[in-house]
């Protein structure tokens, strides 16, 4: 038998006795064995390594530069710092890349072993599946960036004279998600239902299903809204979308059929949606999640996301956009567009700014910090200013003041806005996971990142069921969604307001970008688009507020075609001949 090495996790003293998640563990260190693979501990650290290679696009996910949430490359949000290529005129490409073949050669070995590993047949199965699972979640991590890739299924060894074996050529997409398909199906057959307390984060047959229905109504999109092109190499042929669309709804009704449940544990709509994604313990609606432990599995999202007087260093990063805000409806159903001036076109005065908001979706209050929020025991104080006889008057800086002894007050607000330095540049910051108590340092917090969960479930089946003409089902899904947030319910449905609803329930939660890639609507909501600010002004004669919308201190932003792909690494074209570039590169 070939011997591979095997890393050995610090998780292994009580791998099977810990309630940590299997996403939750580091190396520490490299042996080689050939009994490894008798070993279910041994076999268990192999795998954690395989999770933990896994791209769920996590907290700790970063493009372009610092700090770099996919957020800030999208419609709903844009990027506070002035560094950065986030802020440039034309949306990166070549910048959310994962060509994960070293990782794909691992479970290669995995697969490879196991079925010769002297364990029990149960468990082997169980494996077996395991890995499957997890090989289909690299393949979808390449497929959705890249289009077709080679698919290979055995470890790949270099004999010295055998290279033109090992220079695999892409596969066509339709060929890759099909493979997942494939490999999903395997995963789902041998999988439990759900584990025991000690290994409750492993992936389960709904983690799989999951997976199938989030990845097939990708390929659907794909195959309705795409051109192919390169022989099929990316693209998929139109007449095969509904094939996908429909393993996509059946998968999605599995799983609600299977006794998950929307997070409902508080009355306070706001409030139960902030603590859905904070709380693990006592969630029906999660179905696969990553587990952070301070202070060994970390991540810096407070650190890098605080409100400017909230902060421990850096802070402000991701400022959601007026457009997301007022994409939040009001609990009635009506149009989210905020009311800053009444019918005759006279600016409405507010005593308390914040009021402004009243009456909006729950989960808005739930995901973004507006002008005024209380936060933190304190209040996200964002004013753009003074407004003094019609004369606004504003400062480059938090300092400066107006007036004079016990009347002076700080010009703009503790938190903003400014258009230099890093303070918001929309009057918002974000909420949704936030640590609602406590300033976090660099490094230490450790709120779940929920990889799925029954509302984007939800939220699938309702659109490949509209994409399939089944709109009573999307209907009935859609307002699941919308009576848990406490809104009011749709009467009808279309692809427009499923859309919308995915855009405001799954807001930062790394969804938005590649569903605008995979609608192909990024090259028209993104095409020269100037976002807009919300600015609040304290009136100095009356002490209250009114607001302007203004643009935002940021650059237009545009999403060119070629950037629905990822290009192949060039390095891998000049040892792989046979790997053809995508369009535009």
């Not at 990166?92 to 072993?113: E, K, T």
Request: glycine share 6%; charged share 25%; with cysteine.
């Amino acid at each position: 038998m070939n011997r591979y090495k095997i890393l050995f996790l610090v998780a292994i003293i009580g791998i099977t006795t810990s309630c940590e998640d299997y996403l939750d563990r580091s190396p520490l260190n490299v042996v080689s064995d050939d009994d490894v693979w008798s070993d279910p501990n041994a076999i268990d650290a192999y795998m954690v390594t395989l999770y933990d290679n896994m791209q769920v696009e996590d907290f700790n996910y970063s493009v372009i530069a610092q700090a770099g949430f996919l957020s800030t490359v999208t419609d709903i949000a844009v990027r506070s710092y002035g560094w950065g290529a986030q802020n440039d005129p034309i949306v990166p490409s070549n910048s959310y890349g994962w060509w994960g073949y070293g990782n794909v050669r691992n479970v290669n070995v995995f697969l490879n072993q196991i079925e010769t590993a002297n364990v029990d047949e149960n468990l082997k199965n169980r494996y077996l599946a395991e890995g499957h699972f997890i090989r289909a979640f690299y393949y979808f991590s390449m497929v959705k960036r890249y289009g077709g890739v080679p698919i290979i299924t055995e470890p790949q060894e270099f004999t010295g004279d055998n290279i033109s074996e090992l220079q695999v050529p892409r596969a066509t997409e339709k060929e890759v998600y099909d493979f997942i398909r494939e490999e999903l199906n395997l995963a789902i057959s041998n999988l439990p239902e759900s584990y025991g307390t000690a290994e409750q984060y492993r992936a389960t047959k709904y983690t799989a299903l999951a997976l199938m229905s989030r990845s097939m109504l990708y390929a659907g999109s794909v195959g309705k809204y795409s051109d192919v092109q390169l022989n099929g190499l990316v693209g998929i042929p139109s007449q095969d979308a509904d094939t996908y669309f429909k393993y996509a709804m059946e998968a999605s009704e599995e799983i609600i059929n299977a006794g998950f449940s929307l997070y409902n544990q508080s009355d306070d709509k706001a409030e139960n949606f902030q603590n859905l994604f904070l709380d693990v313990e006592n969630n029906s609606e999660i179905i696969f999640a990553k587990i952070f432990s301070s202070p060994d599995k970390t991540h810096s999202y407070d650190f890098f996301n605080a409100p400017q007087s909230f902060r421990v260093d850096y802070g402000n990063a991701i400022n959601p956009t007026l457009s997301l805000v007022e994409d939040y409806e009001y609990i009635d159903g009506s149009s989210g567009e905020l009311k800053i001036k009444d019918d005759d076109g006279n600016p409405i005065h507010f005593d308390n700014p914040y009021d402004l908001f009243e009456g909006k979706d729950p989960r808005f209050f739930a995901t973004i910090l507006a002008p005024f929020s209380p936060w933190q025991g304190g209040t996200v104080e964002v004013r753009a200013g003074i407004l003094d006889n019609g004369e606004y008057i504003t400062a480059s800086n938090l300092t400066d003041t107006y007036g004079s002894g016990a009347e002076a007050v700080s010009i703009v607000g503790k938190d903003g806005p400014l258009t230099t330095w890093d303070p918001t540049k929309t009057g918002f910051y974000v909420k949704k996971s936030m640590n609602p108590t406590d300033r976090v340092n660099y490094g230490r917090s450790d709120q779940p990142w929920i990889v799925f969960r029954l509302g984007e479930i939800l939220l699938n089946h309702a659109e490949a069921a509209e994409e399939l003409g089944q709109s009573d089902k999307a209907l009935t899904s859609i307002n699941k969604i919308r009576n848990r947030a406490g809104i009011a319910e749709l009467e009808s449905v279309d692809i427009a307001k499923i859309r919308h609803e995915r855009k405001v329930e799954l807001a930062f939660e790394n969804h938005r970008f590649w569903d605008i890639r995979r609608w192909r609507t990024a090259t028209e909501i993104l095409n020269n688009t100037q976002f807009e600010a919300l600015y609040p002004w304290l009136n100095w004669n009356s002490k209250d507020y009114t607001f302007t919308i203004v643009d935002a201190p940021k650059n237009t932003r545009t999403f060119l075609e070629k950037t629905y792909y990822e290009p192949i690494p060039s390095g891998e074209i000049e040892k792989n001949p046979n790997l053809i570039q995508n369009p535009g590169y």
